[in-house]
């Protein structure tokens, strides 16, 4: 209407009336462009409208539909409410003043609502006063995080609510670091926090503890529900990607959750708690997210517990390593041992490794593990080459672990053991898996050409388990394949991983490389490998893993035949 026009047409803020059939009479030019020119998105559930703006929320997660309540009879000044765009872009933060008014014409009764965009005034308010202590980007550092959920927990025992902490875990994080830097990386953290503070109500505290690993504090939880739609919002508004150089860069975020709840946890175990929940949504693959709960602390306490006693075990030299020949396919002459690491438990007894490399690996504990086991399988190879003749020409394959490419010296460190033992680099091979491929992406080339100019063979080891693509392996200066025992387990009855087992030979021979089948258990697997034509072999057709003194005896009763 012009009357209206010529009043409200230039406010800055979104104005707009309806009469008391619900019917929009005025949106200015603000609320047209703030609704996509649908301001009865006000007045309708999101199931009635076709709009590309959804619905008005209050922050708590409820849908509100302001212009409704006026015309049913409600005042109200100044509520804030979240209005969501199907389009993932970031929601807007609203603050709505709304009240009925007298119409000039009749039916008289109608409804006047201000609409204030308040996003701008949302980001700042989450940094911190002045006084208070500052993190990363004005976002409240630790020591202020953990006096706010104290404060948040307290407060909560007063009422029937409950205090939820967030833990977000960026994903990919590192390969953007890898492929773009540093600085890139941090340009992207920013962003991320930038759209996570579009969420945030003021009750809600947003911090970055460090690395890739955002927390957040959600007070005042009346229900699970609305912290698993919060999350949800998360998850949508990190959708749309991130530019990053110039590359469109998709990222996502793992989220583990802590709720108080009746016996209330104190600060520090709760955050503990949404950091255990993170852990477990990191590896499973479900929603992205995840609700701690009782037993996965016994889980964590199990790990940690772990973690202690591999430090001791390290400490006490409790591992040792066991023997796996390595046979010429078409003569069944032993070649070379794949050396394997066991640990003898105090109480336990003897763990095989799949119990204890997955804490080692996480703790980086396989760091020192690693190079004791290089050392010490150099050192056994060589004394029997000093002993045995049968073992002259015999190399050792040992497993190596990408945290260990990651160091910077690992060059110094494989040339100081074959130096301090005295092995001939051309008897040593080293295994390693696609991730250290992948992971190390940048630097991994130099390295492993720099490792084979010393003489010393690589091979790649569970392959068909990681990445499985024959299309980058040529880029790696790499000797061995060494086909995952999983292919060769069905391939007898499983036509489809037979014709992958023949492919995958195939492709590799075409690269140059040698083809090592693992988990020969049966003839028929042997048959088939024979038909396919590997070069070498292990399985425990042959032979188990076997103890120093076990192998020495093999070796022994070769050179008797
Ligand atoms: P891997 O490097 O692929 O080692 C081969 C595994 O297959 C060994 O298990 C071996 O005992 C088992 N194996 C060999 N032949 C057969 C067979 O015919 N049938 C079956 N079912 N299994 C067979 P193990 O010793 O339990 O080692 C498991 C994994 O633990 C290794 O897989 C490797 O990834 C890791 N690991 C072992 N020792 C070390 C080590 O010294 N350093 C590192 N970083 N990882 C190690
Ligand atoms: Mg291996
Ligand atoms: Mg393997």
Not at 8 to 22: L, M, N, T
Not at 181 to 206: F, N, Q, V
């Amino acid at each position: 209407m012009d009357m209206y026009a010529s009043l409200f047409g230039d406010c800055g803020d979104a104005i707009v009336i309806a009469d008391q059939q619900s019917k929009i009479l005025f949106a200015n030019e603000k609320a047209q462009s703030l609704f996509a020119a649908h301001p009865s998105v006000l007045l309708q559930p999101l199931s009635d409208t076709n709009h590309t703006v959804s619905v008005v929320n209050e922050p708590e997660g409820a849908a509100c539909y302001p212009l409704r309540e006026v015309l049913a009879g409600a005042n109200f000044c100044d509520r804030e409410c979240l209005l969501q765009s199907s389009t993932a872009a970031p929601p807007t933060w609203l603050s709505i003043t709304g009240y009925a008014i007298h119409l000039p014409e009749p039916p008289h009764h109608g409804a006047l609502l201000l609409i204030r965009d308040i996003t701008a005034q949302k980001a700042s308010a989450v940094a911190p006063a002045p006084s208070a202590p500052r993190g990363w980007q004005g976002l409240v550092d630790r020591t202020a995080f953990m006096a706010r959920i104290a404060a948040a927990l307290e407060d909560a025992q007063q009422q029937p609510t409950s205090v939820a902490v967030l833990c977000l875990d960026v994903k990919r994080l590192k390969a953007v670091n890898d492929t773009f830097g540093y600085l890139a990386g941090d340009r992207l953290l920013i962003e991320i926090a930038d759209r996570l503070i579009h969420l945030l109500r003021p009750s809600d505290t947003l911090s970055r503890l460090g690395g890739d690993e955002f927390t957040l504090l959600i007070e005042k939880v009346d229900k699970t529900d609305n912290v698993v739609a919060f999350v949800a919002a998360i998850h949508t508004a990190l959708a749309p990607p991130f530019q990053v150089q110039g590359h469109d860069i998709n990222i996502d975020v793992n989220v583990g959750i802590g709720f108080s709840r009746g016996t209330t946890p104190d600060a520090d175990a709760l955050l503990r708690q949404a950091d255990i929940a993170m852990n477990r949504a990191k590896h499973s693959f479900g929603a992205g997210y995840c609700i701690f709960e009782t037993f996965m602390q016994a889980d964590a306490d199990d790990s940690l517990y772990l973690e202690m006693a591999l430090k001791r075990a390290i400490a006490h030299q409790e591992f040792f390593l066991e023997y796996q020949p390595i046979f010429w396919v078409r003569t069944q002459a032993i070649i070379g041992v794949e050396s394997l690491v066991r640990w003898h438990h105090p109480e336990q007894g003897i763990l095989p490794p799949a119990k204890f490399i997955p804490v080692a690996e996480k703790t980086g504990l396989i760091i020192p593990l690693g190079w004791w086991i290089l050392e010490e399988s150099c050192r056994q190879l060589k004394a029997w080459q000093d002993t045995l003749t049968n073992a002259e020409k015999l190399f050792v394959s040992v497993n190596m672990s990408s945290k260990q490419f990651a160091q910077t010296d690992v060059l110094d460190r494989i040339k100081g053991i074959l130096k301090a033992t005295g092995l001939a680099a051309t008897a040593l091979k080293i295994e390693i898996t696609e991730s250290v491929l992948i992971e190390n992406s940048s630097s991994i080339i130099e390295i492993l050409q720099a490792i084979r100019d010393l003489g010393i063979k690589l091979s790649v080891d569970d392959f068909g388990t990681g990445y499985s693509s024959l299309s980058y392996l040529h880029k790696f200066p790499v000797d061995t394949l060494k086909i995952d025992r999983s292919f060769l387990e069905n391939a007898d009855s499983d036509f489809e991983k037979l014709e992958i087992l023949q492919s995958m030979v195939h492709l590799a021979w075409n690269l140059g490389l040698e083809v090592v089948a693992e988990g020969i258990e049966t003839p028929r697997h042997f048959a088939q490998i024979k038909a396919l034509r590997c070069e070498s072999g292990q399985g425990f057709l042959f032979s188990e893993p076997l103890s120093t003194e076990a192998f020495e005896e093999v070796l022994r009763s070769q050179t008797d035949l």
